[in-house]
Nanobody, 123 residues
Framework: QVQLMESGGGLVQAGGSLRLSCEAS????????MGWFRQAPGKDHEFVAT???????KYTDAVKGRFTASRDDAKSTVYLQMNSLKLEDTAVYYC?????????????????WGQGTQVTVSS
């Protein structure tokens, strides 16, 4: 059973940067595709980015060019570098793990989820 724990969230001014980390325990993540999702108040979980076991990445259009997902399997850790943050990026950010054949854009198809970390962008 893989446990995921996010860290690195906080309060930042618009235009600033944050780096989220997601550390796995209880099992290796090297064979999983890893996803980042976010949930703003009153909204559903929104796909943000995915980094596959092969290190290939995909992003939602809203964060392309600003966010970078990466992974270090030796450390069982996944990262989300967030630059040029906007007010609309405010949300709870989650990492999650999915098998290589699952739909990486669908929150419900992931096997494991972290507890989330709050990111608040202020003006």
């Amino acid at each position: 059973q893989v446990q995921l724990m996010e860290s690195g969230g906080g309060l930042v001014q618009a235009g600033g940067s944050l780096r989220l980390s997601c550390e796995a325990s209880g099992g290796a993540i090297s064979t999983y595709d890893m996803g980042w999702f976010r949930q703003a108040p009153g909204k559903d979980h929104e796909f943000v980015a995915t980094v596959r076991w092969s290190n290939a990445t995909k992003y939602t259009d809203a964060v392309k060019g600003r966010f970078t997902a990466s992974r270090d399997d030796a450390k069982s850790t996944v990262y989300l570098q967030m630059n040029s943050l906007k007010l609309e990026d405010t949300a709870v950010y989650y990492c999650a793990a999915i098998g290589p054949t699952g739909n990486r854009y669908n929150w419900n198809e992931y096997y494991y989820w972290g507890q989330g970390t709050q990111v608040t962008v202020s003006s």
